[in-house]
């Protein structure tokens, strides 16, 4: 039984081929529209989500299944003391295939211990969100033609953000990657990050706090949200949270194909003026989410030999 709880659970053609299948799925949406006829998709979301649970829901009505689920912790037997393999394991009697985001690193790796079917981390904590990293590489892909030879430049939160630890983790794979890591020196990106995953492969990156400086450089620019959820203190979330704003004025120096991304939700790192900025795909990169999905849900229902 396959699950998909990193994005380094796939190889690199697995991911080229499920990237493949997302764009065939964009191009042909009528005949991927009964695929999943009779197949059901659980989504047990223990913290709160808009457009990883949505376009997961999404996905799998139009590819004909249907779908089950609860979207808050409290509204399932969790709130009774239930542990998360109990709650899998019997749901993994009900669905096909199961989404789960939890607040708690490691979770979806429990469940899937304990599932009868393919489990799909919708993220775990400030751990991994694969199936926003697979969204973003499919972005990436559409908009620039290649997953290689790219400056990025990953902005914000880059200490708790699952987003950007999930993305620097696949690019990684590709050949002539290099990051920009744009953040205030107490949210920088973790040391592991830095070790196992850019320094072993012989990733060049360097760290700033001045996004102004390096913005001419950028091929993508990744912005996040600082996470009022991840900290531990509200006074040092108050601290950092307008730590960077992107507005028309900072762009002025970027290059003219820069691609803006952001997995959303924005609070006010990205100054709404920006959104009429053709370079900001946003709002195409949170619509991508669906195709993503929908390709995730048949290769993974495939894998399981569900369908043909
Ligand atoms: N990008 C993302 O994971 O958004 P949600 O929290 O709304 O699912």
Redesign the pocket.
Known sequence: MRHLLDTTDLSVSEIDDIIALADDIIENKKAYSKICEGKQLATLFF?????????FESAMLSLGGSVLGFSEANTSSASKGETVEDTVRVVSGYADIIAM?HPVEGAPKVASSASLVPVIN??DGGHS?PT?TM?DLLTIHREKGRLSNLTIGLCGDLKFGR?VHSLVKAMCRYPDISFVLISPKELSVPDYIKTDYLEANGIPYFETEKMEDVMPQLDILYMTRVQRERFFSEDEYLKHKDAFILDNSKLKNAKSDLTVMH???RVNEIAKEVDSDSRARYFEQ?RN?KFIRMALIITLLRWAGELD
Do not use: D, I, N
């Not at 913290?47 to 376009?55: G, H, K, V, W």
């Open positions: 913290e709160p989500s808009t457009r990883t649970r949505l376009s985001r919708a993220g969100h926003q969204t987003t997995p959303l939700p949170a989410g």
